[in-house]
C-alpha cells in the first residue's frame, strides 16, 4: 500500500495575483458605492428643498468621500475634480435659487 500524504501545493504569482485582485475589486466598488451614495444626498437634498446648511453639509461630506477614493486611487484626480465641480454647481445654484 501506497501512503498518502497531501501535499499542499504552492500557489503561482498568477493566481496569487488573481487572489488580490479579486479583493482590491471589491473593496473599490464599495468605496465608488459609497461615493455616489454620497453625491445621490447631495442631489435629493436640493430636489427635496432641503435648507442650505443640511445640503451644504451633505457637500462638504461628498467631496470628503470623492477625495478619500483619490488617496486610494479608486478614481483618478481629473475625474473627481469634475464630480466635486458639478455638485458644487448644483448646489450653488439651488443656494441662490432659494
Same mark, same amino acid.
Given at each position: 500500500?501506497?501512503? /498518502?500524504? $497531501?501535499?499542499? !501545493?504552492?500557489? $503561482?504569482?498568477? /493566481?496569487?495575483?488573481?487572489?488580490?485582485?479579486? !479583493?482590491?475589486?471589491?473593496?473599490?466598488?464599495?468605496?465608488?458605492?459609497?461615493?455616489?451614495?454620497?453625491?445621490?444626498?447631495?442631489?435629493?437634498? %436640493?430636489?427635496?428643498?432641503?435648507?442650505?446648511?443640511? $445640503?451644504? /453639509?451633505?457637500?462638504?461630506?461628498?467631496?470628503?468621500?470623492?477625495?478619500?477614493?483619490?488617496? !486610494?486611487?479608486? %478614481?483618478?484626480?481629473?475625474?473627481?475634480?469634475?464630480? !466635486?465641480?458639478?455638485?458644487?454647481?448644483?448646489?450653488? /445654484?439651488?443656494?441662490?435659487? $432659494?
Amino acid at each position: 500500500m501506497k501512503s /498518502e500524504t $497531501t501535499v499542499k !501545493k504552492a500557489l $503561482t504569482s498568477p /493566481e496569487k495575483y488573481h487572489r488580490a485582485s479579486v !479583493k482590491r475589486n471589491l473593496q473599490n466598488r464599495i468605496l465608488k458605492s459609497k461615493t455616489h451614495t454620497a453625491i445621490k444626498k447631495v442631489l435629493k437634498a %436640493i430636489s427635496s428643498k432641503a435648507t442650505k446648511e443640511e $445640503t451644504n /453639509e451633505l457637500l462638504k461630506q461628498a467631496q470628503s468621500q470623492i477625495d478619500k477614493n483619490v488617496t !486610494k486611487k479608486v %478614481i483618478k484626480k481629473n475625474k473627481s475634480s469634475r464630480m !466635486k465641480s458639478t455638485i458644487a454647481q448644483k448646489v450653488k /445654484e439651488y443656494v441662490l435659487a $432659494t
